[in-house]
């Protein structure tokens, strides 16, 4: 990996993906929202409530799977000091934040019609709302240190920490009493969902991920020019 370190022959990988993960991510919002909100069928419990599940649960994965990615580029950043692993990461945490979001207010949505509630201090909301402010904090971290060397090692430092959170949300609902419900679709005897809300469901996580990438790898082109012409502005300031 460290041959792609060089700017200009990562911005030529970036570039060659971006097309295929837009497309993609085009392709599988158009057919899975069409899918999910008009063509699949009502719950016979939840009725048409069911329909947010196409939005909250691809959100709640991805809150999850974003901060791995940032927790794993972190670790790369401290151990082998790879120059894109920490903005890799530092691309990933606003993304990241935003599915978070999406999930625990897509979550309370569907909560109020289905428990009576929008919000209980239940494990796995709570510790969803943990994640959130994690990536807040790392966020924040990276705003408050004008070092970057510094911030971006602190930030580590918060990320890999935070990894402890991951499993506490995964298998809350098997630790502790919660109001909801265990896995239907990512567990071991293999989804409980009828095929008729199983596909564009899939479709859904296809789009979350493929937008992920997309974004991700914007934002670390993005971030790399910022750096890019900070520091032609230091040298100009240095040749004066």
Request: charged letters at 15%.
């Amino acid at each position: 990996m460290h041959k792609y370190a060089n700017p200009a022959r990562f911005n030529r990988l970036a570039n060659a993906i971006l097309p295929w993960s837009f497309g993609v991510m085009a392709i599988a919002f158009a057919y899975g929202l069409y899918q999910a909100l008009v063509a699949s069928p009502p719950d016979y419990q939840q009725g048409e409530t069911v329909r947010i599940m196409y939005i909250h649960v691809p959100s709640a994965w991805m809150s999850l799977a974003v901060y791995m990615v940032l927790a794993s580029a972190s670790f790369v950043s401290l151990v082998w000091r790879h120059p894109l692993a920490d903005i890799a990461a530092k691309a990933s945490a606003p993304v990241g934040a935003t599915f978070t979001a999406l999930a625990l207010f897509t979550g309370s949505l569907w909560g109020k019609p289905m428990w009576g509630t929008y919000w209980e201090w239940d494990a796995r909301m709570t510790s969803v709302l943990i994640l959130l402010f994690l990536y807040f904090g790392y966020m924040a971290l990276w705003r408050s240190i004008d070092d970057q060397q510094k911030a971006a090692k602190a930030a580590a430092i918060l990320a890999i920490v935070g990894v402890i959170n991951v499993p506490i949300i995964k298998f809350s609902v098997e630790w502790w009493n919660t109001i909801h419900q265990p896995a239907s679709v990512m567990r071991m005897g293999g989804p409980t969902i009828d095929g008729s809300m199983l596909i564009p469901l899939f479709t859904m996580f296809i789009a979350f991920h493929a937008y992920f990438i997309t974004l991700l790898l914007w934002r670390m082109k993005a971030e790399l020019n910022e750096r890019k012409i900070q520091i032609m502005k230091e040298n100009e300031v240095l040749g004066q």
